[in-house]
């Protein structure tokens, strides 16, 4: 499954389980003129969660990958292992980890290169920049923040 057309834009989030003080209420809207149903969701047996935090950016994270084939494995291993429709559970602070390891390899074999950056402005003048190694920086301070935190998920799109 080819997801390097998903590369063009990233949000990164970070998801933990809802652990509101008060009772959720779900209300589901009713046939046309009929009420809408209304039911109490257990606190913990909600199975929701709620973002904690989120990144975008507009670079092209893997745009800077020469190898076709590493970027897609790349890729994969972001966007297709950080899919929002996969459960929680399958989307840890380990998954995260493994792309960085994956993408550090890939800056250390020399298969990235530097390009302009596409948030320049004009009164900024031209700027530099590898998108990958400035992606695995934020990646590397993510997980030091969330490492070992329990229930901790993450998704990219």
Do not use: C
């Not at 008060?22 to 209300?27: D, T």
């Not at 047996?45 to 590493?70: I, K």
């Amino acid at each position: 499954m080819s997801l390097i057309n998903e590369t063009s834009r990233l949000k990164i989030s970070v998801w933990t389980a809802y652990e509101g003080d008060a009772p959720l209420i779900m209300a589901t809207p009713g046939a046309e003129g009929a009420e809408p149903t209304v039911k109490e969701l257990p606190r913990f047996a909600s199975g929701l969660h709620r973002e904690v935090y989120s990144w975008q950016t507009t670079e092209d994270v893997l745009g800077g990958v020469v190898d076709p084939t590493v970027r897609e494995a790349l890729s994969e291993a972001l966007f297709g292992a950080l899919h929002p429709a996969k459960p929680p559970s399958e989307r840890g602070v380990v998954v995260l980890a493994k792309f960085v390891a994956r993408a550090r390899a890939a800056l250390a074999e020399g298969r990235t290169e530097w390009s302009t950056s596409d948030s320049s402005s004009d009164d900024e003048g031209v700027r530099r920049v590898n998108p990958l190694l400035a992606l695995v920086i934020h990646l590397e301070w993510l997980l030091a923040v969330h490492d070992g935190q329990p229930g901790i998920s993450i998704t990219a799109r």
